[in-house]
């Protein structure tokens, strides 16, 4: 199956032809897998990483870090939830295998 999801008054759907949909925005979301919820926020994924093993640091007044004491990973984001980027996304993914992965949305 190919295309793009397009998210629109809250709901998600696939659209196969992207080629004629031009006014159409992409967004990168960050979804957590086994329950296929998009993370809309930094306070729902606190709770997904805590619940995974990783610790809140407050050390660092303008960011959010996370450290599982079992590894050496950290995890540094912005403090403010807009400025959450693609390769913050991409950062938490990598440090979690198998657990959120990276998605393309279309905004109309």
Same mark, same amino acid.
């Not at 007044?61 to 996370?66: A, C, E, K, R, S």
């Given at each position: @199956? =190919? ?7 809250? &709901? /998600?759907? $696939?659209? #196969? ?11 990168? +979301? ?6 296929? #919820?998009?993370? =809309?926020?930094?306070? &729902?994924? #606190?709770?997904?990483? *805590?619940? $995974? ?7 660092? !007044? ?6 599982? =004491?079992?590894?050496?990973? $950290?995890?540094?984001? !912005? ?6 980027? !693609?390769?913050? @996304?991409?950062?938490? +993914? /990598?440090?979690?295998?198998? &657990?959120? #992965? *990276?998605?393309?949305? +279309? $905004? @109309?």
């Amino acid at each position: @199956m =190919s295309g793009v999801w397009l998210f629109k008054n809250g &709901v /998600v759907r $696939l659209v #196969e032809n992207e080629s004629n949909q031009g006014y159409m925005q992409r967004k990168k +979301v960050l979804v957590h897998v086994s329950t296929d #919820e998009v993370i =809309s926020s930094y306070s &729902v994924l #606190e709770k997904k990483l *805590v619940s $995974l093993g990783w610790e809140r640091y407050y050390d660092e !007044p303008d960011l959010l870090q996370f450290h599982k =004491s079992s590894t050496i990973h $950290l995890i540094s984001l !912005p403090r403010d939830f807009c400025h959450f980027k !693609p390769m913050h @996304m991409f950062d938490i +993914v /990598v440090k979690n295998k198998n &657990v959120f #992965e *990276v998605r393309d949305i +279309v $905004l @109309m």
